[in-house]
């Protein structure tokens, strides 16, 4: 008689290797089961207990829920995602408490539907899915070996079951019940509807003038009283292609809000740390950009001249690094003009100035401590004519925010 976590485990050391055939062998073993008669179930309750064990061992190693389920849709697909969103939900009836509130709002935004228990979590995903037997265990596997192998990554708020340290008041996720946050979205909403670009881009200005606003209030506020908070962080998904040059928008978007941001290519998302309205503000804003830089790029892409001999992708890239470039001038721009106007009302640029300071050297810390070994990549243009219709979709709108400054360059693991 087979045992089941060991037929589990060999179907796992075969994926991990290069042998396809063996592979295929363990597979076929699993199908056969453990040679009783409730075989099957007792293969589909190890796969599910491994895999909801496996994921609770992730939590101290830096991921968090969205993190995980980014990851496996990026590297298998839809089906192997919602397999894990069943056993977030199932591992999340056996955590131990603490179980912080955000942790649950990271599990209702995935919809995790928790079909079956910890038992029948395999067997009630194939079900619904209308997979065959063969096709569901390769799939569960894939999604074992995947889980088993991530890496450890940065810590950004105390995992569920440990003692919170003192971090910020609240990570940056883009909640409502806000006025100012509702009058953004608002903002940011007709931006991307807009079909002039102008408009889109003295909206988006109007945005970030109300978010530097709320920034600066927020950390005067801080200021007056004795929290002993952190900064803290989000991760935002950085997908192909041209990844990139999404990776260098948030970048923008982070340094005109006082955040910074470092890319990890690999595992398909940028980390950006900072304070809570500021973190909010970044993910809002990038999120709307991505859009607007989106929709500019296909109307430049309809803009060529007819016969330019140019690779789509090479321009479109050129294209996305210029809107980013310029877009960060401008929302810079905005922030400081923010700034220098509250130093001129009641705070006064004595009291505004050194607290801004003071938060900027605590997020550059928090960076020095969780990413010590960030390097830095610089950006290369390889199509000047994209790069030109990039910085122009940017710099369209009327007013005239400023810029000149220097190329950012874009921090990323090594």
């Known amino acids: 008689m087979l045992d089941a976590e060991d037929l589990v485990a060999d179907a796992l050391a075969a994926v991990r290797g290069t042998d396809v055939r063996q592979?295929?062998?363990?597979?076929?073993?699993?199908?056969?089961?453990?040679?009783?008669?409730?075989?099957?179930?007792?293969?589909?309750?190890?796969?599910?207990?491994?895999?909801?064990?496996?994921?609770?061992?992730?939590?101290?190693?830096?991921?968090?829920?969205?993190?995980?389920?980014?990851?496996?849709?990026?590297?298998?697909?839809?089906?192997?995602?919602?397999?894990?969103?069943?056993?977030?939900?199932?591992?999340?009836?056996?955590?131990?408490?603490?179980?912080?509130?955000?942790?649950?709002?990271?599990?209702?935004?995935?919809?995790?539907?928790?079909?079956?228990?910890?038992?029948?979590?395999?067997?009630?995903?194939?079900?619904?899915?209308?997979?065959?037997?063969?096709?569901?265990?390769?799939?569960?596997?894939?999604?074992?070996?995947?889980v088993e192998s991530l890496p450890p990554i940065a810590v950004l708020r105390p995992p569920p079951g440990s003692t919170p340290t003192v971090l910020a008041r609240a990570a940056g996720t883009a909640r409502s019940g806000s006025p100012m946050l509702d009058r953004v979205r608002a903002l940011l909403a007709k931006a991307e509807s807009t079909t002039f670009p102008a408009e889109a881009e003295a909206l988006t200005a109007k945005a970030q003038e109300l978010i530097a606003r709320h920034s600066i209030d927020e950390a005067l506020l801080a200021a007056g009283t004795e929290r002993g908070d952190l900064p803290s962080g989000v991760r935002l998904g950085v997908e192909t292609p041209y990844a990139g040059a999404k990776a260098l928008l948030v970048q923008e978007v982070a340094a005109a809000n006082r955040c910074e941001a470092i890319w990890s290519d690999d595992l398909g998302f940028t980390?950006?740390?900072?304070?809570?309205?500021?973190?909010?503000?970044?993910?809002?804003?990038?999120?709307?950009?991505?859009?607007?830089?989106?929709?500019?790029?296909?109307?430049?892409?309809?803009?060529?001249?007819?016969?330019?001999?140019?690779?789509?992708?090479?321009?479109?890239?050129?294209?996305?690094?210029?809107?980013?470039?310029?877009?960060?001038?401008?929302?810079?721009?905005?922030?400081?003009?923010?700034?220098?106007?509250?130093?001129?009302?009641?705070?006064?640029?004595?009291?505004?100035?050194?607290?801004?300071?003071?938060?900027?050297?605590?997020?550059?810390?928090?960076?020095?401590?969780?990413?010590?070994?960030?390097?830095?990549?610089?950006?290369?243009?390889?199509?000047?004519?994209?790069?030109?219709s990039g910085t122009s979709a940017a710099d369209r709108a009327s007013l005239d925010v400023g810029g000149g400054s220097k190329p950012r360059q874009v921090p990323g693991r090594p």
């Open 23 to 146: 592979a295929e062998r363990q597979l076929d073993r699993l199908m056969v089961g453990t040679g009783t008669a409730d075989g099957a179930t007792a293969v589909d309750a190890a796969l599910a207990r491994r895999l909801v064990r496996d994921l609770g061992r992730l939590w101290p190693r830096g991921w968090q829920p969205v993190d995980v389920h980014r990851i496996v849709l990026r590297r298998l697909d839809a089906g192997a995602a919602r397999l894990v969103r069943d056993a977030l939900a199932a591992q999340r009836r056996e955590q131990a408490e603490p179980v912080p509130a955000w942790w649950d709002d990271q599990l209702r935004a995935l919809t995790a539907e928790g079909r079956g228990d910890g038992q029948d979590l395999v067997a009630a995903w194939t079900r619904a899915e209308g997979l065959d037997r063969v096709d569901a265990l390769r799939v569960a596997v894939d999604v074992l070996a995947l």
């Open 271 to 388: 980390t950006v740390l900072g304070w809570p309205a500021d973190l909010v503000a970044v993910e809002l804003l990038y999120t709307s950009l991505l859009v607007q830089a989106t929709a500019a790029m296909l109307r430049g892409r309809a803009e060529r001249r007819p016969g330019s001999g140019r690779r789509t992708k090479v321009w479109d890239e050129s294209f996305l690094n210029a809107f980013a470039l310029r877009i960060g001038e401008r929302l810079r721009a905005a922030t400081d003009a923010a700034t220098e106007a509250a130093g001129q009302t009641e705070a006064g640029a004595d009291r505004l100035l050194p607290v801004l300071a003071e938060r900027g050297e605590a997020v550059r810390e928090r960076l020095e401590t969780l990413f010590p070994g960030v390097t830095r990549h610089r950006l290369s243009v390889r199509d000047a004519e994209g790069w030109s």
